[in-house]
Each structure stands twice: as C-alpha cells, then as structure tokens.
C-alpha cells in the first residue's frame, strides 16, 4: 500500500512570492493534516481538512491556506512568502475516527530567499 | 492549550542498553498519545500508540510505552537498544475531540547508539 506523498521535495522560491504544496493521501484515508517544521521551533500544526472542507487550523497567519479535492488530495498555499516560512512542511492523513492515527509523507522543503 | 515535553534532548548510549525517553504533557481533557521515530533520511514514522485501555502498548521493533494518568506521562521504553535504533524521538498528544484534531509534538529527543 502507498504511503502519504508529497511534491514536489525541494522548492526555492523568493520573498513575496507564491508557493504551492501538494499531497496524495493513504488510499481510503479522507483526512490531511499540515505541520510545518522549522528549525528551533519543532512541529507545529498548520491544518486539517475533511471531506473537502478546512475543520481546524493552527496558530498561522490567513497567507497560509489550502483546500482539498474530492479525490482527497490536497494543497497548501503559502502566499506573499517571508524569510522565516523557509521548513519543512509535512502532509499527513488518517481515517476519519476519533483516534485519528496520522500517517506522515516525507514533506517538502520550502527554501526563501 | 496542550503542551508536550520531551526531557531528553540528546541521549547518548552503547548496544544492549535499557532506554527510557521521558514524555509529560498537559492538557485537560481526554487524549490520544503517540511515539514517532524519525530514522535519518527517513520521514516520521509511528512508533506506538495509546488510545484507551491497557496503559501499557507494545510497538513495533521491540518499543513500549507506558501512559501514567496521574502523571501526565507517556514514557517510551526498550529494553536493549541497537545501532539501528539510532532515530530522533517524538512524542505527540492529540486530544479527543473531533473538532480540533491537531497534534502537538514535543521537541524531540536525538538518540545516538553507539556499536
């Protein structure tokens, strides 16, 4: 069974610039999560959809915003890009229950310049 | 809010020894509790899981861990480590409540077994 993926691995982009992730979930899994790692600051929950529509969200400022397709897929947008967004962003899923097991991808790392 | 902390932040031991990695947490209510390995150049996988029931769990590769209630701990276990245990340890806690299903992890504990 394929696990979480992620793309693309690396991206570079400049200060104020858009930057789109992207992630394929678990096979029957209906729920993504998105955690940024930085350096110094660990993981820190970003968001969570559900059945296409955004349930949850971290303490992160609107720039930050995603959605998710009916195949489950997901997005995640980071507009007008600073410095310090630069981290690892990382896509999980799960199984909609209330033990929510999450199941991580090998994430993308976002580099600004 | 929830908080995790991971008390060790770097350990440092030879084959065949015991490990115990410290995990606290605070949070009021109801909780879901887990361990995720991160082996190098590898991405975070589950280690083991604590829902309800019997507070001790068995993991994969010989890992446990034990959820102490009064003690807000959940701390991981292995009898004899291995080289290839070499891995960053996180320990993550999500609460239990449908609506706001984020996990908050500790900041990891490096563990370096040396042959």
């Known amino acids: 069974e394929a696990g979480v993926t992620q793309s693309p691995t690396h991206l570079i982009k400049t200060r104020g610039q858009q930057a789109t992730l992207r992630c394929s979930p678990i096979?029957?899994?209906?729920?993504v999560y998105w955690y940024q790692q930085a350096l110094g600051l660990g993981l820190q929950f970003l968001l969570w959809y559900d059945e296409g529509e955004e349930r949850n969200r971290g303490n992160f400022p609107p720039r930050f915003s995603g959605r998710q397709f009916p195949n489950y897929s997901s997005e995640l947008n980071v507009n007008a890009l600073e410095l310090e967004d630069s981290a690892l962003y990382l896509c999980a899923s799960s199984l909609r229950t209330a033990t929510y097991e999450q199941y991580f991808g090998p994430g993308t790392r976002l580099t600004v310049t | 809010a929830q908080s995790v902390s991971q008390h060790n932040h770097h350990v440092i031991l030879s084959e065949a020894a015991s490990l115990e990695l410290g995990c606290n947490y605070s949070y009021g209510g109801t909780v879901n509790l887990f361990w995720y390995v991160q082996y190098p150049g590898q991405h975070l996988q589950l280690l083991l899981k604590y829902f309800s029931g019997d507070p001790l769990v068995k993991g994969i590769k010989g890992f446990e861990a034990e959820f102490i209630k009064s003690k807000f701990s959940f701390n991981l276990r292995k009898p004899s480590v291995q080289w290839s245990d070499t891995a960053e340890y996180f320990c993550?806690?999500?609460?239990?409540?449908?609506?706001?299903?984020?996990?908050?992890f500790g900041s990891g504990t490096r563990l370096q077994v040396q042959p």
């Open positions: 993550a806690v999500g609460p239990v409540d449908t609506g706001r299903r984020a996990l908050t």
């Open positions: 096979s029957g899994h209906t729920s």
